[in-house]
């Protein structure tokens, strides 16, 4: 499968964003889906992650409350809606695909090339 992240961009500090990652593939119901994101000099952590079915979320605390992850199997589509963004939340974020909800980077199986998010205080 190949993942395509878009919607990334400068934005001010409690503004909102809405990621997106474009999914080519026909199974892409079959995997769960997470968002990572990895600021300079920093390892790629996780943010959120969503089953196969968008039935059952779960997100870092660090998001909780702002961040909300969906997706649209009709269109292959997963969804990070970003609101009261902080300057902290500044990184690349990276969508991907695997078969289980980890927080783990090494769970996932398919990443696609980031796409950078910066929250200017």
């Known amino acids: 499968a190949q993942l395509v992240e878009s919607g990334g961009g400068l934005v001010q500090a409690g503004g909102s964003l809405r990621l997106s990652c474009a999914a080519s593939t026909q199974t892409f119901d079959s995997f769960d889906m997470g968002w990572f994101r990895q600021a300079p000099g920093k390892e790629r952590e996780f943010v959120a992650a969503i089953n196969w079915s968008g039935g059952r979320t779960f997100y870092a605390d660090s998001v909780k409350g702002r961040f909300t992850i969906s997706r649209d199997n009709r269109k292959d589509t997963l969804f990070l809606h970003m609101t009261d963004l902080k300057p902290e939340d500044t990184a690349v974020y990276y969508c991907?695909?695997?078969?289980?909800?980890?927080?783990?980077?090494?769970?996932?199986?398919?990443w696609g090339q980031g796409t950078q998010v910066t929250v200017s205080s």
């Open positions: 991907a695909a695997g078969t289980q909800m980890a927080v783990t980077p090494y769970e996932y199986d398919y």
